[in-house]
Structure formats: structure tokens, C-alpha cells
């Protein structure tokens, strides 16, 4: 009996040192990226976790809204936050991956909205997530005090101020977009999308600069990244968990490497 427990102590001791190690990392709720409801939690998760699996590791994820996930990071308390826009200021604080995801940003607005484009925008009121930076040009009317920016925990929150009035536009990617106005049910009736696009620009993985292993993390980070790319993977996830976005003719694909998507 003794040596029946002593074999069930040991093959469970082998199952528990079998367990890849894992790396803690903090997101938000911002469908269709990232979500706890999404399968897969989202596209973002799926793909950290493809990455994570090549160099043997786990991902242990947690949701915490915008303006806390970023502080938390910074604080030691994960070893990495993702999605994030990179900027020069945010440079200073973190160590960033090779693009996740490429995006193209609109403005979006009311079917019966007098706004036309990024110069009808002074004086107006805009929402976007906590602690998060709009797209560029619109990030600078901000800065200028030329914007009001209502500033919520889920961007779910942002359509609904759109279609009751409360803001007068959105500036968003297009699967953002996309995914808000079909989750509304919305249609041209209702939201219309203004073109042509506002910027392009890329999310990213980050670790804390002030992490000394953050540097080597970010290089095995982007080699498996790299690896993935080429093998189709990244190009799968994105067809799979991501929406389909409108076709533009006269658009060239962002995402190249991945096969689809702007």
C-alpha cells in the first residue's frame, strides 16, 4: 500500500513538472480583438498562445480594464500587456514585439451626421477606451484640447453613446468597426463609416522595459512570431477569429502575411 502511494505520489509529481511554465499577461475586454466571452478569448490570445507553445510556455491571462492593465505592467505585476499602439512616449516604458496586427482607422458617425472628415471634427465629442490613444490625426486634435473624449471601460460602450447622441463620432480600426456595428445590428440607415481612412498603424505585445528579462523575451517573441508567419498559422487565426472585412478594390491589404485584412 505504502509503495502504491509512494508511485501515485511520484506520477504526480512528473504530471505537475510536465506543466509548461507560464507567463502572466494583462488585456481588456475590446471585441474582436481580445474578449473573455470570444472563442479562443480572441485573436490576440489565440496568437500569444501559438508563440508561447514554440518556446514551451503557457499563457496565464487576465482582464483588467485599460487604464489598469496598463499600470500593472508597469508595476511588475505581469510580465506583459497586450494590444497595444505604439508611440513614442510608450516607447520609453516598454519593449515592444513585432506588429500582431495591422489596422486602417475610420471615422464613424450617424446616418444623419453633418461630420464629412477629420475637418468638420473641432468642438466635437468622441469616445475611445480608458488610457488609450486614437488614431493619429485625431490623437493630435485631442492633444490640442480641440476634442472632448468620453472614456470608457468596453468599446461597446462607445456605439452605444454614438446611436444615442451622447458622442458625435467614433475613430476606430476596421475590425473594431466592423464588429461594433454588426453587434448592433447597425446599418446604414443608423452608422455609416466616412472614407477614406483616417492612418494606418499596428498592435503590439509589450513587456516592461524595467524587467531585465524583458529584452531576450521579446526576441524569442518575435522569431516564433516570424515562424508562424511563415507556416500560414498567423493567417489562420485571423481568417477564423477575426470578421471579414469589407471589400475596397483599390485597397492594399495590410496584413500581406497574414493573407487577409487591412
Known sequence: MVRMLVCAGLLLGSVALAQPAALRMVSNEFPPYVGQELPQQGYYPALVR?????????????????????????????DAAFPMVRSAERERDFVFSEPL??????????ADS??????DLNGRRSCHLQHSRQPQPVQQLV???????????????????LVRGRVD?????????????RQLGATGETLR?????????????????????????AAAFNKGLAQLRQQGEVSAL??????????????????KALGRGR
Not at 522595459?209 to 529584452?215: K, V
Open 193 to 217: 463609416r466616412l472614407e477614406p481612412p483616417l492612418a494606418q498603424g499596428s498592435l503590439h505585445l509589450v513587456w516592461p522595459r524595467r524587467d531585465p528579462q524583458s529584452g531576450a523575451r
Open 169 to 181: 463620432f467614433l475613430a476606430l480600426g476596421d475590425y473594431a468597426g466592423v464588429a461594433g456595428m
Open 143 to 161: 492633444e490640442d484640447g480641440l476634442i472632448r473624449v468620453e472614456r470608457v471601460a468596453q468599446i461597446g460602450q462607445c456605439f452605444d453613446m
Open 101 to 110: 496586427l495591422w489596422v486602417r482607422s475610420y471615422l464613424y458617425v450617424r
Open 114 to 119: 453633418p461630420i464629412r472628415g477629420l475637418q
Open 238 to 255: 485571423e481568417r477564423a477569429l477575426l470578421p471579414a472585412l469589407p471589400s475596397q478594390p483599390d485597397s492594399k491589404p495590410l496584413n
Open 50 to 78: 501559438r508563440v508561447l507553445a514554440l518556446q514551451g510556455l503557457a499563457l496565464e491571462l487576465q482582464f483588467e480594464p485599460p487604464a489598469r492593465a496598463h499600470a500593472s505592467v508597469l508595476a511588475g505585476r505581469y
